[in-house]
């Protein structure tokens, strides 16, 4: 996504004939290393506050404000390196103006305070909480730069018997000054902002050791859910998919918390499995795909992610994949075939209503249902496709070799075209042009 809008308090402001120009969007000009948030969330209410320091770089000269995501926060006290600095929000922004202008390659650290009570992305429910997606609706960060991948630390300020989940590790929890607790959770590597979040409050537990990672259950729900049954299927998932990726799971860990409704959301490390798609999966075996899609993300999505929206289909269209070959592996081929069924139905409903775009495409969706149709199950399909035209070994090595090489680090469809063209030792443009780029 590239919003350019246009910030009318930047010209209200300006005392140059240049700064009127201005025309700036979230991330224009500069990229972010680490956020560091200290957070104190209403476990009732989903209030915050909470002060950020955010360490940033320059990528281009004369940067002479940061922007970051819009949201509901009161922002104040803020702070460019030693220097307090004018902050302004507006529907599409919130601007920092630099006391002086950024370089490229020169790093200033922004520090401030926020309070508020977010507009999405934090649900208060059960006596715990749960931040899904919009995590630049309770923290100031870069929501729609999933190729601006940065570390996080997070701490928790919580009532002395709450659990928490967060990105990364976290450190013994620390008593603070107040009768909270502090948990400390710190990135073990940089993550898209749109994967960070935290459930917290109260959450009882259950890990279990494999031979890929632990997996640790948390429920989310109040209702005392039976946890070591309803993710039963999680650790044969894990080694699976972990076969597939060549990989284990990233930090060896990974936690699922049972929340409430239809919540799906993967996040870096953990994910929110909504309770009543768990029930309806019990009652129809052979529709279940949360825990492996989800599960999946871990590798494809939050350790491999799309260098921008255009590419989403990389992260979506593998999850995607990834459930109907599981099936296959735990199920049989008709399984296999089945998922794919679902997915091309999907694809030929929105083809009926005149809808069909290659998978890199670049435009605005008319509605959500086109876009999963062509990004999740056009993807799958064209992952399938590619399976069939290059055959199995070349497929999954050339996987294995894509998962490998970009850990960590953002793509493109061509760096996924580059990995299946080595693998397969085949030109794959005439596929590539036809599925993913359009002619
Ligand atoms: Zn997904």
Not at 48 to 55: K, M, P
Not at 316 to 334: L, R, Y
Not at 390 to 404: D, Q, S
């Amino acid at each position: 996504m590239n919003r350019r809008v246009l910030l009318p308090v930047l010209l209200a402001a300006a005392t140059n004939a240049e700064a009127q120009s201005t025309t700036i969007a979230p991330g224009d000009g500069f990229e972010v290393e680490r956020y560091a948030v200290a957070l104190r969330p209403d476990l009732e209410t989903a209030a915050v506050s909470g002060t950020e320091t955010i360490d940033v770089r320059g990528t281009s000269d004369r940067v002479t404000h940061l922007a970051f995501s819009a949201n509901a926060l009161r922002i104040a006290d803020a702070m460019v390196d030693a220097t307090p600095v004018q902050v302004s929000s507006t529907t599409d922004a919130i601007v920092f103006t630099l006391p002086q202008a950024l370089r490229k390659g020169r790093k200033v650290t922004l520090r401030f305070r926020f309070e508020g009570t977010p507009a999405r992305g934090l649900t208060a429910v059960a006596g715990s909480i749960y931040a899904s997606y919009f995590a630049c609706d309770w923290m100031v960060c870069l929501q729609d730069a999933p190729g601006d991948k940065a570390h996080l630390a997070l701490d928790l300020f919580l009532p002395a018997d709450a659990q928490s989940v967060g990105v990364g590790r976290a450190s013994p929890a620390a008593t603070s000054a107040d009768p909270l607790v502090i948990h400390r959770w710190r990135s073990t590597r940089p993550y898209s902002p749109y994967l960070y979040a935290f459930a917290a409050g109260r959450l009882p537990r259950q890990a279990i050791a494999t031979a890929h990672g632990e997996l640790v259950y948390f429920d989310g729900t109040g209702s005392n859910a039976d946890l070591a049954a309803l993710f039963a299927e999680a650790p044969a998932i894990t080694a699976f998919l972990a076969n597939k990726a060549g990989m284990p799971l990233p930090d060896r860990r990974y936690a699922q918390v049972l929340v409430p409704g239809r919540e799906a959301q993967e996040s870096a490390g953990f994910s929110l499995i909504g309770q009543s798609e768990l029930d309806r999966e019990r009652d129809d075996p052979s529709s279940a795909w949360i825990i492996a899609h989800e599960m999946a993300h871990q590798w494809w999505g939050n350790l491999v992610t799309c260098a921008t929206w255009q590419d989403f289909w990389l992260n979506e269209g593998m999850a995607t994949f990834m459930v109907a070959a599981w099936k296959e592996h735990s199920a049989g081929d008709a399984a296999y075939r089945q998922e794919l069924d679902v997915a091309r139905r999907r694809v030929e409903q929105v083809r009926e209503l005149g809808f069909d775009k290659p998978l890199a495409w670049d435009g605005e969706y008319p509605s959500l249902r086109a876009r999963r149709a062509v990004q999740y199950s056009k993807g799958a399909l064209f992952l399938a496709h590619l399976r069939e035209t290059i055959g199995e070994v070349a497929f999954w090595n050339g996987l294995r070799r894509f998962t490998r090489q970009h850990a960590r680090k953002t793509v493109t469809s061509k760096d996924f075209q580059n990995a299946m063209e080595r693998s397969s030792g085949r030109d794959l443009s005439a596929t590539f042009a036809e599925w993913v780029y359009g002619k």
